[in-house]
């Protein structure tokens, strides 16, 4: 499973960031997502869907594994 964010949406409300810190965080500079994890695997769906539904900008997507 990979995951995409889209900066153009994010506000840098850091929700994704403290559901799922090993996945995202926020840069201080800028205040906007940083993935540090675009390939968390199987065993993070859940997590990611809860980062998903968490963003509230919808600035997360989950992004199938032969997609680009
Ligand atoms: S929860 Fe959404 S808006 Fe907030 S930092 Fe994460 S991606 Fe950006």
Not at 14 to 27: G, R, Y
Not at 30 to 42: H, Q
Not at 52 to 60: D, E, F, H, L, S
């Amino acid at each position: 499973m990979k995951v995409s964010v889209d900066l153009q949406r994010c506000k840098g409300y850091a929700a994704c960031m403290i559901i799922a810190p090993s996945i995202f965080d926020v840069s201080e500079e800028t205040n906007k997502v940083i993935l540090l994890n675009a390939n968390p695997g199987e065993e993070a769906r859940s997590m990611v869907e809860e980062a998903i539904r968490g963003c509230p900008v919808k600035a997360i997507s989950r992004v199938a594994d032969d997609e680009k």
